[in-house]
Structures are given as C-alpha cells and as structure tokens.
C-alpha cells in the first residue's frame, strides 16, 4: 500500500470555526490532490499541488485554502466551516500529473460541520 | 470538463455472474482509471489505461479510444466484489490537473 495517511479521520466542527486536515506521504510523489465524496455528485477536485509551495484551484475551490511547505504534506484549511463543507474529503497522490500516473488514496476524513 | 458518466448506478447479481460495468467521458484523454471503494471507504485503483485491455486476476477493463467509452469486467463474481467501483479521467478544464469522476456503480453479489 502506498504510504499516505490523512488525519484527523474525523471531525465534528462548529459553524464558523477553521479547521485543518493534513496530507502526509512517504513516497515522494510530486503530485498531491484533495477531492471531496457527496452523494450524487461523487468525488470532485478542491485543490491540488505540482510540488512545494505550488498549488491550483479545483472545481469546488472556493472556502478552501491549501499549503504545501514539505514534499510529503498537504494541508487543506477551511477558513471558515459551513454545513456545506459536512463531507468526506480524501487526499492522493500521483508521480505523474495530468493523470497520467496511477492514483493512490487516502483513507479519507469524515467531517462534520454542525 | 471532461464528463464522466456511468452505467447502471446500481448493480444487484448473483455469485458467479459476469459483471459488466460502462464508462463513457466527453473529452479525448491520456489514461482512464478504475477505482474500488468498499463500505467504510477507502479507495483503491484498480486499473489506469491508455488502449486495449487490461487483466488482474477476475478482473478486465476494456478501452475504445475512439468511442470514448470503458468497461470494467468481472468474471466469476464473488460477494466480495461487493463495493463501488468507479471510472476517473482526467480533468481537462481550465488547465487543471487531477481527475474527474464518475458517480459510481454501487455493486452488490448475493450468495
């Protein structure tokens, strides 16, 4: 298994509070990504990383910031949680970009905004 | 953005079954992928390909570029093929990167 893990695995949150979750790898890939899971929209791109400090918006950026500092973590910050944000959020990691190298997930984090 | 859309969401068949499970995506792309999500939710990906036909053990996933258009194949289901499986491909909007997905087809095997 690919060595990525994603803390905290949940979360309950209060309207309004930010919150970080954290990426962390241990395979040195340079890609690094974070969907969020609804039901019926499955998984869509928040943010995503080509490596230290440079970062791109996804499709579902806005509320979210995201930091990568080190190769092997990436940081995803609500600023502000909403009851919009309640969802489970998965990290991956990629060697290629473009998907065009294999995709390797974490075990996600289930969070809460209440 | 490239659309992703798959078919059927919802899957019910018998232990031993041949399962077929469809993808079809709107933009030209380098490399589809099939996933695997069992309850309690983690992801694993289970083929990434580019033409032809990919095998892993009970498991086949077949591409038509062309056709824009996937499928994922299961011989000899099993109830442990229980989960939801789902097709990404890449994003292709705006310059970003990442993938795109399907919604998933939740499958399940009865014994």
């Known amino acids: 298994d690919a060595g990525i893990t994603q803390s905290p695995r949940h979360k309950v949150t209060e309207t309004g509070t930010p919150v970080t979750l954290r990426c962390h790898q241990t395979?040195?890939?340079?890609?690094m990504y974070w969907y969020r899971q609804d039901p019926g929209h499955g998984l869509r791109l928040i943010h995503y990383?080509?490596?230290?400090?440079?970062?791109d918006k996804g499709e579902v950026s806005d509320g979210y910031s995201v930091s990568r500092s080190k190769t092997e973590d990436f940081l995803l910050t609500l600023e502000s949680a909403t009851s919009s944000q309640t969802s489970v959020y998965f990290c991956a990691i990629s060697e290629s970009g473009r998907a065009g190298g294999e995709a390797f997930f974490g075990q996600g984090t289930r969070l809460t905004v209440v | 953005k490239n659309e992703v859309e798959q078919s059927p969401q919802n899957l019910t068949a018998q232990e031993g079954e041949f399962i077929t499970i469809n993808c079809s995506y709107s933009?030209?792309?380098?490399?589809l992928h099939w996933l695997q999500q069992h309850p309690g939710g983690g992801i694993v990906s289970l083929f990434m390909l580019s033409s032809g036909k990919k095998k892993h053990g009970r498991l086949i996933a077949t591409i038509n570029i062309q056709e824009k258009h996937s499928s994922l194949h299961i011989t000899a289901s099993h109830p442990r093929d229980s989960a939801v499986y789902i097709c990404?491909?890449?994003?292709?909007?705006?310059?970003?990167?990442?993938?795109?997905f399907g919604k998933g087809t939740h499958l399940i095997i009865q014994p």
């Open positions: 395979e040195n890939h340079r890609y």
């Open positions: 933009v030209g792309i380098s490399a």
């Open positions: 990383s080509y490596g230290v400090k440079d970062t």
């Open positions: 990404a491909a890449p994003y292709s909007g705006g310059g970003a990167d990442g993938l795109t």
